[in-house]
């Protein structure tokens, strides 16, 4: 495989990759600010929600751990082509994630439903 040790992105392409990365950033912020209050919910002993809001917190993180992988290949040089793939593996883990939670909340729900059919 060849190694991309000195390629840098154009400033256009530098523009693109930064409005994604701000962007990557309020997605963050927001499921993180989303994820505490629900979290709390432990303390009424709501675990349901609790797990909920750790979801949420772990894919805010997850996706801050993306923004700054994206911000560097901007802000850095000499590194852009490993810092995309950094980032491009903290979005894989996230959408694993999502996927993980959608698939099991969906069988959940079937579950569920049939149990109510019964």
């Known amino acids: 495989m060849a190694k991309f040790t000195n390629y840098e992105f ?3 392409q ?14 963050g912020i927001v499921l993180i ?6 979290l ?7 675990l349901v929600a609790t797990s909920i809001g750790a979801l949420y917190i772990l894919m805010g993180t997850l996706s ?6 994206f911000r560097r290949i901007v802000t850095t040089t000499h590194r852009d082509i490993s810092n995309l793939m ?8 996230m959408y694993t994630l ?5 698939v099991g909340s969906a069988i959940a729900f079937v579950i569920f439903e049939l149990r109510l059919l019964q």
């Open 64 to 69: 801050l751990n993306s923004y700054a992988s």
């Open 40 to 46: 709390a919910m432990i303390f009424k002993g709501d």
């Open 33 to 38: 600010a989303i994820g505490i209050p629900i």
């Open 86 to 93: 950094d980032a491009m593996k903290a979005l894989a883990t």
């Open 14 to 27: 530098n523009r693109v990759i930064a409005v994604l990365a701000n962007r990557i950033l309020v997605l």
């Open 98 to 102: 999502q996927i993980l939670v959608f």
């Open 10 to 12: 154009t400033e256009e």
